[in-house]
């Protein structure tokens, strides 16, 4: 008897209606993520580049920041990089801003441009690395730009940093 009922609970709890049982998604996870989405669709379409991450820094659930980054499979200028990094950042602050549930969540409202991050990784056409003086990665981060390129032989890491001041 005790086999049949062992056997009957792994059954509803692996079974496609388990999810009405088990799982209650929090209301704040769920904004966070609503947020974090249509941020990433619309850059995606505006900019034709690819959402591979997302995050969030939430110690305690009190929201610090929030966090996109993409895939780019063209070369950048410096001022494209600038252009997708300030528009989807922006963007971003604005509608984690407009949420009535993030709102009572943040560690500090409102928030700023220092309290989102937007990660430009940047291949060529064919999909492969970019080399100097090509920019491999661009980002914005904490209200300052970065810009970064590859040796060609390197393994690992960056050879050389450029950074910018964020200016609205």
């Known amino acids: 008897m005790k086999l049949l009922f062992c056997i009957l609970m792994i059954g509803l709890y692996f079974s496609p209606c388990s999810a009405f049982f088990w799982s209650k998604q929090d209301p704040i996870e769920v904004e966070i993520y609503s947020v974090l989405n249509g941020v990433a669709k619309e850059a995606e379409k505006k900019f034709n580049i690819r959402t591979i991450g997302t995050g969030i820094s939430s110690p305690g659930w ?11 499979e063209r070369s950048l200028t410096r001022e494209e990089i ?14 984690a801003n407009a949420s009535e549930i993030l709102r009572k969540q943040m560690f500090s409202y409102p928030f700023t441009i220092k309290n989102v991050t937007v990660c430009l990784f940047i291949k060529s056409k064919n999909g492969d690395r970019l080399f100097d003086p090509e920019f491999c990665v661009g980002e914005l981060r904490s209200g300052i730009y970065e810009f970064l390129t590859r040796e ?3 393994k690992c890491g960056y050879n050389n940093s450029y950074e910018e001041e964020f200016v609205e």
Do not use: E
Request: charge should be positive; include cysteine.
């Open 62 to 72: 009190v929201l610090h920041s929030l966090s996109l980054d993409f895939q780019v």
């Open 82 to 95: 600038k252009t997708i990094c300030k528009y989807t950042a922006c963007l971003l602050r604005d509608r």
């Open 152 to 154: 060609k032989g390197a």
